[in-house]
Structure formats: C-alpha cells, structure tokens
C-alpha cells in the first residue's frame, strides 16, 4: 500500500485542521490505519487508529480534540483536530501495514 499525506498547514492556537491520507490498493475497505506524529528531534508517537472493524483509540493527549475516521469510497482516512495547541505542532504520518507516507507538517502558533 502506497500513502499521502496532505492537509498540514500553520493555523493559531485554538484552530482546526482536518489531514488526509489517500491510500493505493484495493484492500483499503478491510485495513487498519494510524496517524503518528513527530516531534522535532524525537521519535514518532501514536496518535491515533482507525481498526479494520471500525473502533478507534487515541492517545491520551488527542484524545476529545482529535477525530479519525475513514472513507472507503475514497481510499481516504481523515484526522479532524481540533483545539490545536502549539505542543501539537509536528510532522504527522499516516502507516499501514509497515507502510508509511511522507508526512505533513502541522504548525500551531500561541
């Protein structure tokens, strides 16, 4: 499975941004799918999951503020995020089966 990342942008604190990953393939109905992101200098942290069943989980710091979903029609997950606050600001990445994109940057100004 190939994927890309778009969506980030710079937006204030207290903003929205919804990110998309459009994954290849024709399996995409029956795949789980994450966001992760990257903070400068650390390593990628979960962000969230999107289960081939259809539950999700989120980490503790999204979690309320972040929604991910899928659209099966599009080969399309989404992340909406919401209440944007400057530790937020990273490059986040969608993964797939060991499979990941490129990443898009998300920066959130105070």
């Known amino acids: 499975v190939q994927l890309v990342e778009s969506g980030g942008g710079s937006v204030q604190a207290g903003g929205s941004l919804t990110l998309s990953c459009i994954a290849s393939g024709d399996i995409f109905s029956t795949l789980a799918m994450n966001w992760f992101r990257r903070f400068p200098g650390k390593q990628r942290e979960f962000v969230a999951a999107f289960g081939s069943s259809g539950s999700t989980l989120y980490a503790d710091a999204v979690n309320g503020r972040f929604t991910v979903s899928k659209d099966n029609a599009k080969n399309t997950l989404y992340l909406q995020m919401n209440n944007l606050q400057p530790e937020d600001t990273a490059v986040y990445y969608c993964?797939?089966?060991?499979?990941w994109g490129q990443g898009t940057l998300v920066t959130v100004a105070s």
């Open positions: 993964s797939s089966q060991g499979q």
